[in-house]
């Protein structure tokens, strides 16, 4: 190990070792070392990796690839189109448009850049402000919680795609064994747009689309049957029924069976529980060797969902109404920004639907070749999730107008978000079209696509999160401990596929993440911008790509985007509501476990400062001062960098502003 004030650079070559002699009289440049200011690879071959020990992604397309298919997830589908539908049509895209260059693109190019330059993932990083480490430790434990839940997502994908597989989609008609008496069916002559509905009792009715995305039919003098006997909702007649359509029943009475309850749990959906585990299994196969085999799979995940939504728009725009629902889609209403609620949900959308402070963007960067150009990668990624949010609403839009036809109510009537769009509505939509098994099947292969993706980086995110920072233990057990990570989260998701598994994945999807990734990013902005400076991360990009960056991503960084930040999680506490379920309301102690969930990602952080502190030397002010400097084990990977790295920041060296930087390479030697 070379000592303070002898630099020396080591240059590895298999089993010999160059050192080189660099000066430290702060007067002359640092060298680009096997690169090139410009911030491309030219200098390394395109496909062998220059960090051997940890590895790089084998072509740069598998990294914009990967993080395309991470940021384009469901939630594009079926919560933007919604939210630019009741905040203003097109006007929305004026404060969203807004925020995703106020506070998404510059979070998202501070995680590039951090994970490029240390190649290290979520906690590892975090040497960078050792007292903040349990930020690494949050991001890791909110990834880990999302695995659990979106996979669920997944496998009820895999459900309906198994049941597309026949002559007629099996949520069809009312003829099947799962239907109630007050199944509203349907006859319909897509040609001239009638619609003719055929209900079981003969009763006067009103059709409405109620919170809980239902068809009902409101009769006067009686009161609602609940009950989770399938044959008490069969048999259920002169009270007030909810008419839902078939596609409705379908998701309710035989894809979940749903019970009345998060308190009634019930028993398990076998064939749930068959395509959980095939989910997982799918994960597993496509990540068995890191990211050289997820980058492969990417060139099919995050190109095939562009195709089919394609297909699929070309097809919705045939149908009659189509055009009403586009309308209503992009027809601005201007007056609705002067509501702040619209600019807060702008904000909300970009900053989760870009995913920073979930720990995926620092892992995948961490991949990534020295000098590879993350600037152009911060402004690429985020401008072409943006644009599939707005691409697919013109697909769902194109079909709710089509429903809303076919129903004869207007488009606010009929639009829904969330699950309900993706396994009640849009599938009814698909039943009413000729060869309709042909549109289910592709619909739900571009949810397939569009889920798997994010669950690659989520999953990732998770391994190589504790695989750096304790590789005496791990490296050389990644693929054992990748199949026990698998294992273990696939048991955690079998509370979600009983009877009453729909309500905990609410109960999940609803404080999961809601405050404690906004925090994370909060403090994560303080951290890059007022405690390791937004100034020395300047030199490290400069370092990568060769020139510093506009000084607008610092303004960003030091005010703007930490405020806004701020200003999310006090909306989120302020509009704070308890979840329900149509109707239902979830028991007080149910809520009590959601609050758990949220903090569990959370407590890592002062946990972590209190053990910093604890284990660092000196009075109470000079350990706060030492855990706030980046540790010894901060800066780039490679020995080559590293070197380039101190001669840099040489001034600091001397005034032991930072530590002596040793070289870091993995000790595996008693793993």
């Known amino acids: 190990m070379p000592v303070i004030g002898v630099p020396v650079c080591c240059r590895r070559h298999k089993d010999k070792e160059v050192a080189t002699m660099m000066p430290m009289n702060g007067t002359e440049k640092p060298p680009f070392v096997d690169g090139n200011p410009d ?37 594009n589908l079926w919560r933007f189109p919604y939210l630019c539908m009741r905040n203003g049509g097109g006007a929305f895209l004026i404060p969203y448009f807004t925020f995703l260059f106020l506070c998404g693109i510059p979070l998202f190019f501070a995680e590039l850049a951090l994970g490029q330059f240390s190649s290290a993932s979520p906690i590892s990083v975090w040497d960078i ?3 903040f480490k349990g930020l690494g430790y949050g991001m890791v434990l909110v990834s880990g919680i999302l695995c659990i839940y979106y996979n669920v997502i997944i496998a009820w994908v895999l459900y309906y795609l198994g049941m597309s597989f026949a002559s007629v989609v099996p949520w069809g008609t009312c003829d ?64 007030t029924a909810k008419r839902m359509t078939p596609a409705e029943e379908f998701w309710q009475y035989k894809a979940l069976d749903l019970s009345d309850g998060i308190e009634h749990p019930g028993s398990v959906k076998w064939e749930l529980l068959l395509c959980l585990i095939a989910g997982w299994l799918i994960v597993f196969l496509c990540l068995f060797r890191g990211i050289k085999s997820s980058g492969k799979v990417v060139y099919i995940t995050a190109t095939a969902p562009y195709i089919f939504l394609t297909i699929l728009l070309i097809r919705g725009l045939t149908l009659p109404g189509a055009i009403d ?179 905990v994945f609410q109960l999940m999807d609803w404080y999961a993440a809601a405050f404690s990734v906004c925090t994370i990013a909060f403090f994560e902005c303080i951290v890059i911008a007022w405690i390791y400076g937004s100034d020395r991360l300047f030199d490290d990009i400069k370092m990568m790509i060769g020139y510093r960056p506009n000084i607008w991503w610092r303004i960003c960084w030091h005010f703007i985007t930490p405020i806004l930040l701020l200003t999310i999680l006090v909306f989120t506490l302020v509009n704070y509501e308890r979840p329900v379920y149509g109707t239902y309301q979830y028991p007080d102690w149910s809520i009590a476990i959601g609050w758990m969930l949220a903090s569990v990602s959370v407590v890592p952080i002062p946990v972590m400062m209190v053990k910093q502190i604890y284990q660092a030397k000196g ?53």
């Open 619 to 671: 009075t109470l002010l000079q350990r706060i001062q030492y855990t706030l400097k980046p540790s010894e084990k901060w800066g780039p990977y490679l020995q080559k960098y590293r070197a380039v790295y101190k001669y840099t920041h040489s001034a600091d060296l001397e005034t032991n502003a930072l530590p002596f930087l040793p070289e870091r390479r993995l000790d595996v030697s008693t793993a």
């Open 39 to 75: 911030g491309d690879n030219n200098s390394d071959s395109d496909t062998g990796d220059e960090n051997k020990e940890r590895g790089n992604w084998s072509r740069q397309m598998e990294f914009i690839l990967s993080c395309i298919g991470y940021a384009v997830g469901l939630g």
């Open 129 to 131: 402000c050792p007292l």
């Open 176 to 239: 099947n064994p799962w239907n109630t008496p007050t199944c509203l069916s349907r006859s319909h002559s897509i040609g001239n747009g009638t619609l003719n509905d055929t209900i079981s009792a003969n009763i006067s009715t009103v059709l409405l689309l109620n919170s809980t995305d239902m068809y009902t039919v409101l009769m006067p003098n009686t009161s609602d049957v609940i009950g989770n006997s399938s044959d008490v909702r069969r048999n259920a007649t002169n009270v």
């Open 325 to 503: 629902g586009i309308i209503f889609y992009i027809k601005p209403d201007f007056y609705k920004l002067l509501e702040i609620q619209v600019w807060c949900e702008a904000c909300l959308q970009i900053f989760y639907s870009l995913g920073p402070a979930w720990g995926g963007l620092i892992t995948m960067a961490s991949y990534n070749k020295f000098h590879n150009n993350c600037y152009r990668d911060a402004i690429i990624v985020p401008l072409t999730n943006c644009g599939t949010s707005f691409y697919a609403g013109f697909v769902i839009f194109s079909v709710i107008g089509f429903m809303a036809k076919e129903a004869n109510l207007s488009v606010d009537k009929v639009i829904t978000t969330g699950p309900g769009l993706a396994f009640s509505a849009y599938p009814e939509a698909i039943s009413k079209l000729p060869i309709s098994p042909l549109w289910a099947i592709m619909f739900f292969l571009m949810l397939l696509t569009l889920g798997l993706d994010s669950q690659f980086a989520q999953l990732e995110t998770m391994v190589s999160g504790f695989c750096d920072e304790y590789p005496k233990y791990l490296k050389n057990r990644k693929l054992l401990f990748t199949a026990a990570v698998v294992v273990v989260q696939c048991l955690l998701g079998i509370p979600l596929i009983t009877q009453g598994g729909l309500y």
